[in-house]
């Protein structure tokens, strides 16, 4: 089972009907989502992850938003376990470290930081507590150091990436994602 990041959400699902992008990292995940439902993966997405995805939406819209991950991906919430190991996670040596990095890494204040980090902790807890094997994000160097080797953390794999959407109903979805 592989778990998604918000980044990849955002990056494969949000406007996939628009074919106009041309940036490489969003048509690379494109891609990879299109090959890992061909292959009927199970995919498993974080409801924090979902929250964050979701901030970008109408809330008028977030009920269709959250029907299409309920159709194709494996929603997780958050449960006793995940809650302990998010827990652990931040009260791990080095949380501190963890925060001020992703801050200067990103050019956010520490104080916007740390929650951001502390929702990372329960991606990650969910993300374990379900097994999954990795999860796939562009945050790879913080969310490792925050993961203390509990879980294999990667980028979005290089594919052969092509431009090309898949029709699919009311509109033009990758991997028929709709």
């Known amino acids: 089972m592989i778990c998604f990041d918000t980044c990849v959400l955002i990056w494969g699902i949000q406007d996939s009907g628009n074919p106009s992008t041309e940036d490489p990292d969003v048509l690379r995940t494109r891609e990879y989502i299109k090959q890992l439902a061909e292959k009927r993966e199970t995919i498993l997405i974080p ?20 029907e299409k991950f ?3 991906f494996q929603i997780q919430t958050l449960n006793d376990q995940a809650v302990s190991i998010a827990a652990d996670l931040q009260s791990r040596r080095g949380f501190k470290t963890i925060t001020e990095k992703y801050a200067k890494d990103t050019g956010v204040p520490n104080n916007i930081a740390r929650p951001l980090v502390k929702i990372d902790a329960l991606i990650l ?3 374990i507590a379900n097994k999954a094997t990795h999860i796939v994000t562009n945050d790879t160097k913080h969310m490792e150091a925050l993961a203390h080797g509990r879980i294999k953390v990667i980028e979005v794999p290089s594919v052969d990436v092509q431009n090309e959407l898949v029709q699919a109903g009311e509109g033009q979805y990758i991997g028929g994602w709709k």
């Open 47 to 66: 409801t924090p992850a979902i929250a964050e995805y979701l901030v970008r939406i109408p809330a008028t819209d977030h009920h269709i938003e959250i």
């Open 70 to 72: 309920r159709r194709f």
């Open 125 to 127: 807890g969910i993300a």
